[in-house]
Each structure stands twice: as structure tokens, then as C-alpha cells.
């Protein structure tokens, strides 16, 4: 899709850090108008402001809580009051719960699954109607390199929330393989963010060498060009020392992938968690 063509706006989820904030920047810098959606206004107002500065595309903030039920019911509201047609919706808001599994109470559970699956899922289900209807339109679900691999100890949803996102994301390209709508699952390992400083595993990980870690820009930068490829990627794992490690556990017999990763994750999960 050329810059002439595009009539819509990027709507991204999780912007107001990190991945998601990379999202923010690189779209706007492809003259794309965005809407930014997190919990903290300050942070969103200050990279809006910065976003229309820097490359003069409009953008508007609505500051929300995805944990909430009725959270995708107040975005599509406002979408709706402002004519926002989304084209480019990324699916990038998420977190980990430190600990095992019934360390954390059920409503610290609940909370996470509906920021990382039943949010991902209704409001994808909202607006893809309105792509396919105009025939165009992108959806990047980031997901993680932990959905692709054996799950850990530890962060016991994450990794099978990422491991949906991706099954969910191949089910909607396949569906939407002629409809002009490209769906893609962006899989990154460790990348440089506020992630861990919110995990409390920042010392662990700081000690794994670099190789194993990619900056955010790189990530994003692979994510868009991944689904606005001629013939788009649909599961996408940028770098290549994460597509060594998604291949070799793909290779391996069950039980040696999963002793290899739980030998891993001992790296960068913390024995004693918050």
C-alpha cells in the first residue's frame, strides 16, 4: 500500500513503551495518522505531541485499561464518535505475572487474559469487518518466541498466550487471503524495553549476552515490512539467533526441547519473585 492509498488510521495497543511506542514512531514516519492506546495519558500525550512534531501526522490518545470487560466497548465508541477508520491495528499491549501459577491470585490472571487474548480477539473481531469491507488493512499480533517454544516455570500464561496468538493469527490470514487484509504474528525474543525493569528480572537478564537481544527498531522494523510484504509472513520471528533457537526446538524429540528450555530460562527468570 503506497502513501496515496492509505485512507485510515493505525490504532496500537501497549504504545506507550517499548515495542509498542517503537510501532508508534515507525508508522507515523510511513505518514500514517495514529491512535494510541495504553493506561498512562502522560506518557501517550508526550509521544503524540512528539509523533506530530517530528513527522506531522495526527494522532489521538485514549488512555485505557484493556484489563477492564467493557474496555474494547469504550475504544470502538470513540472510534466510532471520531469517523476513525482503522487500517493498521497492532495488537501489542501485554505483560507477564511473575511467579508460578498459584502464587498470584485468580483476578491477577483474569486480568492478564483479557489484555493479551480477549482483548486481542474482540477487537480484532470490530474492526476487521470495516478492512474487508474497504478491501485493505493490515493486523500485527505480537506475539513472543516463548509461544513458539516448550513452556517454562514461571510466567505459567505467558508463553501459552503468546502460543494462541500465533494460532490465532494463522486462522485469520487464512481467512483473509482474499479480502486484502494481511495478518501476522510478530514473534521477538529478548528486545530492549521496560518488560523486564517491570518483571524485576532486569539483573538476571543483563548478565545474557548480546547477541541474544534485539533493540526495539529492529523488531518493529521487521514486523511492518513482514505484513506489507507482497506475499506477507505471517508468523515473523525477527533476528536470527531467535529463528536458530525456534528451529532447533522444532527439530528436537519433545522431551530434550523442553529440558533445553527449561535449562535456558533459568537465565532470565528469577528464582524468588514478586
Same mark, same amino acid.
Given at each position: 500500500?503506497?502513501?496515496?492509498?492509505?485512507?485510515?488510521?493505525?490504532?496500537?495497543?501497549?504504545?506507550?513503551? !517499548?515495542?509498542?511506542? =517503537?510501532?508508534?514512531? &515507525?508508522?507515523? %514516519?510511513? $505518514?500514517?495518522? /495514529?491512535? #494510541?492506546?495504553?493506561?498512562? +495519558?502522560?506518557?501517550?500525550?508526550?509521544?503524540?505531541?512528539?509523533?506530530?512534531?517530528?513527522?506531522?501526522?495526527?494522532?489521538?490518545?485514549?488512555?485505557?485499561?484493556?484489563?477492564?470487560?467493557?474496555?474494547?466497548?469504550?475504544?470502538?465508541?470513540?472510534?466510532?464518535?471520531?469517523?476513525?477508520?482503522?487500517?493498521?491495528?497492532?495488537?501489542?499491549?501485554?505483560?507477564?505475572?511473575? !511467579?508460578?501459577?498459584? =502464587?498470584?491470585?485468580? &483476578?491477577?490472571? %483474569?486480568? $492478564?487474559?483479557? /489484555?493479551? #487474548?480477549?482483548?486481542?480477539? +474482540?477487537?480484532?473481531?470490530?474492526?476487521?469487518?470495516?478492512?474487508?469491507?474497504?478491501?485493505?488493512?493490515?493486523?500485527?499480533?505480537?506475539?513472543?518466541?516463548?509461544?513458539?517454544?516448550?513452556?517454562?516455570?514461571?510466567?505459567?500464561?505467558?508463553?501459552?498466550?503468546?502460543?494462541?496468538?500465533?494460532?490465532?493469527?494463522?486462522?485469520?490470514?487464512?481467512?483473509?487471503?482474499?479480502? !486484502?487484509?494481511?495478518?501476522?504474528?510478530?514473534?521477538?525474543?529478548?528486545?530492549? $524495553?521496560?518488560?523486564?525493569?517491570?518483571?524485576?528480572?532486569? +539483573?538476571?537478564?543483563?548478565?545474557?549476552?548480546?547477541?541474544?537481544?534485539?533493540?526495539?527498531?529492529?523488531?518493529?522494523?521487521?514486523?511492518?515490512?513482514?505484513?506489507?510484504?507482497?506475499?506477507?509472513?505471517?508468523?515473523?520471528?525477527?533476528?536470527?539467533?531467535?529463528?536458530?533457537?525456534?528451529?532447533?526446538?522444532?527439530?528436537?524429540?519433545?522431551?530434550?526441547?523442553?529440558?533445553?528450555?527449561?535449562?535456558?530460562?533459568?537465565?532470565?527468570?528469577?528464582?524468588?519473585?514478586?
Amino acid at each position: 500500500m503506497n502513501t496515496e492509498q492509505k485512507q485510515g488510521w493505525a490504532l496500537v495497543t501497549g504504545a506507550s513503551a !517499548g515495542i509498542g511506542e =517503537e510501532f508508534c514512531k &515507525q508508522l507515523a %514516519a510511513m $505518514s500514517w495518522p /495514529v491512535v #494510541l492506546v495504553a493506561r498512562r +495519558e502522560d506518557r501517550l500525550k508526550q509521544l503524540a505531541e512528539r509523533l506530530n512534531r517530528d513527522y506531522g501526522v495526527e494522532c489521538r490518545c485514549y488512555p485505557l485499561d484493556l484489563a477492564l470487560p467493557d474496555a474494547v466497548d469504550q475504544l470502538c465508541a470513540f472510534l466510532e464518535s471520531d469517523s476513525i477508520e482503522v487500517e493498521f491495528l497492532v495488537n501489542n499491549a501485554g505483560y507477564g505475572v511473575p !511467579g508460578t501459577f498459584t =502464587e498470584s491470585d485468580w &483476578q491477577t490472571h %483474569a486480568d $492478564s487474559l483479557r /489484555v493479551m #487474548l480477549s482483548s486481542v480477539c +474482540e477487537l480484532s473481531w470490530r474492526l476487521l469487518p470495516g478492512m474487508q469491507q474497504r478491501g485493505r488493512g493490515y493486523v500485527v499480533n505480537v506475539a513472543s518466541l516463548a509461544g513458539l517454544v516448550p513452556g517454562s516455570a514461571k510466567h505459567t500464561l505467558y508463553s501459552a498466550t503468546k502460543a494462541f496468538l500465533i494460532r490465532f493469527s494463522e486462522s485469520l490470514a487464512m481467512e483473509n487471503l482474499d479480502t !486484502g487484509v494481511a495478518v501476522s504474528a510478530l514473534c521477538p525474543g529478548f528486545t530492549y $524495553s521496560e518488560f523486564h525493569d517491570v518483571l524485576g528480572t532486569r +539483573e538476571l537478564t543483563e548478565q545474557m549476552p548480546s547477541y541474544m537481544w534485539m533493540n526495539a527498531d529492529e523488531v518493529v522494523q521487521f514486523g511492518i515490512k513482514s505484513v506489507m510484504q507482497k506475499d506477507p509472513l505471517v508468523v515473523a520471528v525477527p533476528g536470527l539467533f531467535n529463528r536458530f533457537i525456534s528451529a532447533l526446538v522444532s527439530l528436537m524429540p519433545r522431551k530434550l526441547a523442553i529440558a533445553f528450555i527449561q535449562r535456558m530460562s533459568k537465565g532470565y527468570r528469577a528464582e524468588e519473585e514478586h
